[in-house]
């Protein structure tokens, strides 16, 4: 059973973020709502939530577990972030 991501992933997409210019989010990277499966799922949320604030990239996220994870990651209320 897989529950979250581990740090390789995370660093990948944290490169990737770097080289894209949209991001479609459509489902959690691993089992959110148990700490500390929530890492991955929280880091990613807040980069992406920078990354969009500061404008290098548009962020578009939908589906309820989605939404549910960007509330526990404290950036859904982010005007930045479409949903």
């Known amino acids: 059973m897989m529950l ?4 390789k992933a995370i660093d990948s997409y944290q490169q990737a973020l770097k080289e894209v210019r949209t991001v479609l989010w459509n489902g959690p990277m691993g089992a959110f709502e148990v700490s500390p499966f929530d890492t ?6 807040q ?8 404008g290098r990239i548009l962020s578009v996220a939908g589906g309820g577990d989605t ?3 960007l509330n526990h990651a404290g950036v859904a209320e982010n005007s930045a972030m479409s949903r």
């Not at 979250?4 to 740090?7: K, T």
């Not at 980069?47 to 500061?54: F, G, L, N, R």
């Open 4 to 7: 979250d991501i581990g740090p």
């Open 67 to 69: 939404v549910a994870a």
């Open 47 to 54: 980069m992406v939530a920078e990354a969009t604030e500061a």
């Open 40 to 45: 991955a799922t929280v880091t990613l949320a």
